[in-house]
């Protein structure tokens, strides 16, 4: 399926990629549900929305977590300044392969968990904005609070973390650890999309 996928990209391809991106993620899906968290990658409705919680004028370093096929990753370097940093983390190492691939350069992490120690490696002290799409309520409830954690860690005060989540259930757990969380809805999506700005106290 990547050499298929590789294949198609060289051709210019678009909407076979658009499609293989898709038939892709469904079986990472199926192998993996909860680590994966939905079915197909996520609508440009839901990536528009995402993408407008984001100062870009003031964003100079971003972390995603999560990043699937790399929807949310190509409206991030392209709205990055150039003299910008983003740190792409994905824990799956085929979809990590995909996005490797696209965006020559780019050395996609891991696990999310492991954000502190890429940041003290890379030499950032702290960043503006972290975006997430994890499946935060369905992932080991430790692993969800020791990324979180990780994440009020290393974000600057005052800095944003922009994460979508397809229920309400994660809002407490934001709302315990943020100054001050924002949601809105997309309808536009499969399935739709609650989207939570969570800033970081002063
Ligand atoms: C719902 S998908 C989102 C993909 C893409 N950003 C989108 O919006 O279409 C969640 C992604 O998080 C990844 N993931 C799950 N746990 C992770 C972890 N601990 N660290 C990094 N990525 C993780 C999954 O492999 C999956 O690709």
């Not at 990547?2 to 199926?30: C, D, H, I, P, W």
């Not at 999310?112 to 972290?130: F, Q, S, T």
């Not at 922009?162 to 315990?176: G, I, L, T, W």
Request: a positive charge; charged letters at 25%.
């Amino acid at each position: 399926m990547l050499r298929y996928y590789r294949k198609l990209r060289r051709q210019g391809k678009l909407l076979s990629l658009r499609m293989t991106e898709g038939a892709v993620f469904l079986r990472r899906f199926v192998e993996f549900p909860r680590q994966v968290g939905s079915v197909m990658p996520s609508s440009r409705y839901l990536t528009r929305a995402v993408m407008d919680k984001i100062d870009w004028e003031k964003t100079r370093c971003l972390a995603e977590l999560g990043a699937g096929t790399g929807v949310f990753t190509r409206s991030i370097l392209r709205n990055l300044r150039k003299s910008g940093e983003a740190l792409v983390f994905e824990i799956d190492p085929m979809l990590k392969r995909m996005i490797e691939d696209e965006h020559s350069g780019l050395n996609v992490h891991g696990d999310a968990r492991e954000l502190p120690k890429i940041l003290l490696e890379r030499g950032i002290p702290e960043l503006d904005c972290v975006v997430s799409s994890l499946p935060f309520a369905v992932l080991p409830p430790r692993m969800t609070a020791s990324i979180l954690d990780a994440v009020c860690k290393c974000l600057k005060p005052g800095g944003k973390m922009v994460a979508y989540q397809y229920s309400r259930h994660m809002k407490p757990y934001f709302e315990k650890r943020f100054a001050n969380v924002k949601t809105s809805f997309v309808l536009r999506n499969v399935p739709p999309a609650f989207v939570y700005e969570c800033v970081k106290g002063a």
